[in-house]
């Protein structure tokens, strides 16, 4: 499988991929809007800003309490009640009059279920392609998250202006819900691929099993920490450059495009292992020239040349994939999804302090540094044979 266009030829792909570009659509937009409300609502950017990306805390207790959920469910039924869930929560936080501590109630229960919607989906990806064709896959998923962002984005500007933000948040629970309708009808009833009831206790045991592996273990930090290091870089775009900071975001998510793109469908499989940790040390290097006083075309430069670094992440998770047993995958994928965003929301918040005490260019120079120097401590243990292979006793 080596085309984009083989995998819509396995029937339940295409359900699967427009399920999660509506629910990537409505979560940009309905996230730029409920910002926008709160921050009307309260002038506090910090509640703004909270409303926003708060939820990827709660993906931290999800990860710990919830994701045995993700492979001890019946995936359809999964996939359309959290889509189902979504949908309702938009709507709710629509209302007129709703009160402020509700309202991040129920953002805080998106994140809780957006932990377990990750284990779902990746989990059921993997059963719905063949081996060969996951990374693939998984590609062509990253590259419609980045464009349906920019689509999101730019289409939640537009109605908050032209309309309201409770106009925008309604749109995007209706996307929400035609999602769910899609999965619903387009995919497969299929049994849980873990036996067992879901539990918080099950979810311990088998995430100490994933973090036990010491394969596993390094594939999962290579994932988190250099990537959500970088995270932080990007959110000092404004600070650093307010007149191209939106010039600066675009780069970001067209450079992630192309690397996805490359390590999905251009690098032959026998090569994508010398490929890893090249690309992790482009995702971090250019953010040093930052340091510098840069020209604006330089900086968008650099920082597209960058974000093609976070095609590592799939090559990654192809690994990640072989070398853990097919009944915990779905959870091992939750994980690494929900330790992904958590990562994310402590490098924003690492790099907005360190900003505090340098100027912003030289704070984006140092997360760069500081991810960096974690991908070069992590590129001697990735290129363990255990970790590029794995074995039949990490599995188990």
Same mark, same amino acid.
């Given at each position: ?18 399920? +999660? ?26 509640? +703004?800003?909270?409303?926003?990306? *708060? ?51 129920? /953002?805080? !229960?998106? !994140?809780?279920?957006? +932990?377990?919607?990750?284990? @779902? ?28 962002? /920019? ?19 309604? /749109? ?8 769910? /309708? ?45 990537? *959500? ?26 450079? %992630?495009?192309? !690397? ?21 040390? @482009? ?14 075309? @330089? ?30 995958? *779905? ?11 958590? %990562? ?42 255990? @970790?590029?292979?794995? +074995? ?5």
């Amino acid at each position: 499988m080596r085309t984009y266009r083989e995998l819509f030829r396995v029937p339940e792909f295409a359900p699967l991929f427009t399920y +999660s570009a509506l629910q990537v659509a409505a979560s940009t937009l309905g996230s730029l809007a409920l910002g926008t409300l709160v921050y009307d609502r309260t002038g506090s950017p910090l509640l +703004s800003a909270l409303s926003m990306f *708060g939820s990827s805390f709660a993906q931290v207790i999800g990860a710990t309490m919830l994701l045995s959920i993700a492979d001890r469910v019946p995936p359809r039924a999964a996939v359309t009640l959290i889509g189902v869930a979504f949908g309702l929560s938009n709507l709710a936080l629509a209302l007129p009059g709703m009160p402020l501590g509700a309202a991040f109630a129920i /953002i805080f !229960g998106t !994140g809780l279920v957006a +932990s377990v919607g990750a284990g @779902v989906r990746w989990g059921l990806l993997g059963e719905i392609l063949p081996p060969e064709g996951y990374l693939l896959g998984r590609s062509l998923f990253n590259i419609s998250v980045g464009t349906m962002q /920019i689509i999101g984005y730019a289409a939640g500007g537009l109605l908050v202006v032209l309309l309201s933000p409770r106009i925008a948040l309604v /749109i995007g629970g209706l996307l929400c819900l035609s999602g769910a /309708i899609i999965a619903r009808l387009g995919l497969t009833r299929r049994p849980p691929r873990a036996t067992g009831r879901p539990s918080i206790r099950a979810t311990w045991q088998v995430n100490r099993q994933l973090w036990a592996a010491p394969a596993r273990r390094t594939v999962l930090l290579a994932l988190w920490v250099p990537n *959500g290091l970088v995270v932080g870089a990007e959110a000092l775009f404004v600070p650093y450059a307010r007149s191209h900071a939106a010039a600066l975001f675009i780069a970001a998510a067209l450079g %992630m495009l192309v !690397g996805d793109l490359t390590a999905g469908r251009l690098i032959p499989p026998r090569l994508r292992p010398h490929f890893v940790t090249p690309m992790r040390l @482009v995702l971090a290097a250019p953010y040093l020239l930052f340091a510098l006083p840069i020209d604006a075309p @330089v900086a968008v430069l650099l920082t597209a040349v960058a974000s093609a670094g976070y095609g590592a992440g799939l090559l990654l998770q192809e690994r990640l994939l072989a070398i853990t047993a097919p009944e915990i995958r *779905g959870q091992a994928l939750g994980l690494q999804s929900s330790g992904t965003m958590a %990562m994310q929301a402590v490098g924003a918040t690492l790099a907005g302090l360190v900003a505090q005490h340098l100027p912003a260019g030289a704070a984006i120079a140092a997360m760069g540094a500081a991810s960096l120097l974690v991908s070069v401590a992590l590129t001697r243990p990735l290129r363990d044979r255990s @970790v590029q292979r794995g +074995s039949l006793a990490e599995q188990h």
